[in-house]
């Protein structure tokens, strides 16, 4: 009786993961943590930043809004989800939905008080973010242009939060967040032609559902194209350092794509892009502690005093 409890507790738990993306979330907080590490606050020690008490809560926050925007994003796809991925969706459904919302409803109100902790500005932040996810997948996620453009916008938001945090305003900051926003899109536009079948299906009007597949590759490959040119602008920052080599690997790999992906007709192709984007962008966030190799001596030294 007690191990079938425990299997049961665990099964509970794996599918909650699966979710919310325990993995994505994870990704979010090292992305968060080294951001504000070695771009956002540079000159503060690493140990400052992590025993941040506001940071801490901004991260606690995003952590729960987008927590609950994957809940909530599982509950409006799941006829979509069935069809798209048969096996998540089962694992998915171990818990019912009737628990997913109100944890949904718990995360979202953690999230805004999180904020509120931080202050009134964060708290509304936070608020309209939460606004924004559920807006996205009940209505703006069914439609071309709003769903790409909503989805990349709402990804990229929690690191703009720890950017305003700190009020770093350079210019590498931009330039390194417009290169994000163009892989992301593309990743966005991959996951379109993975899913086109289930959005067909439930009436989706997804890109490629509306423009078909030659014009999503199209729009995917001169994207590809125009990570170029902040690329060709960070390589000008004598900062950018070590992480120089990331962005020569990043090039190669998005060449490869461009061309691999004019030539893909099958869900299996496109589900091996949309990976390789993801190895592709945690590569970055590991790769944001060689921006300039002379801050981690510093880190280091700092911490040992």
Not at 104 to 111: K, M, P, R
Not at 182 to 199: H, S, T, W, Y
Not at 225 to 232: A, K, N
Request: aromatic residues 20%; charged residues 15%.
């Amino acid at each position: 009786m007690i191990n079938f409890k425990i299997k049961r507790f665990i099964f509970k738990f794996f599918s909650i993961l699966s979710v919310i993306r325990g993995y994505n979330i994870l990704v979010l907080v090292l992305a968060q943590y080294l951001a504000a590490i070695f771009i956002f606050s540079p000159q503060s020690s690493a140990r400052n930043i992590i025993l941040d008490r506001d940071l801490f809560y901004i991260v606690l926050a995003s952590i729960c809004v987008i927590a609950s925007g994957y809940i909530i994003n599982n509950f409006y796809d799941a006829k979509v989800d069935r069809i798209n991925r048969p096996l998540k969706t089962g694992i998915d459904n171990y818990v019912k939905q009737s628990t997913k919302l109100k944890l949904y409803f718990t995360l979202n109100f953690l999230g805004f008080v999180f904020g509120y902790l931080i202050s009134l500005k964060a708290a509304l932040f936070f608020a309209i973010y939460i606004f924004g996810i559920w807006f996205y997948s009940h209505k703006l996620k069914k439609y071309a242009f709003t769903g790409l453009v909503s989805a990349t916008i709402l990804t990229i938001l929690p690191f703009f939060a720890v950017f305003i945090y700190f009020k770093n305003f350079s210019k590498i900051i931009f330039v390194h967040a417009i290169f994000l926003f163009l892989v992301l899109m593309v990743r966005e536009l991959i996951k379109d032609l993975q899913n086109m079948k289930g959005a067909i299906v439930n009436d989706y009007d997804t890109f490629p559902v509306v423009y078909g597949e030659k014009k999503t590759k199209q729009l995917s490959i001169f994207l590809l194209i125009l990570t170029v040119f902040p690329v060709v602008i960070l390589f000008s920052y004598p900062a950018l350092s070590y992480m120089r080599f990331y962005f020569y690997f990043a090039f190669i790999v998005l060449i490869f794509l461009g061309f691999y992906l004019w030539k893909s007709t099958r869900v299996k192709q496109y589900i091996l892009m949309h990976n390789i984007l993801k190895i592709l962008l945690l590569i970055g966030v590991l790769s944001l502690v060689f921006i300039d190799t002379s801050l981690i001596v510093e880190k280091v030294i700092d911490r040992l005093n």
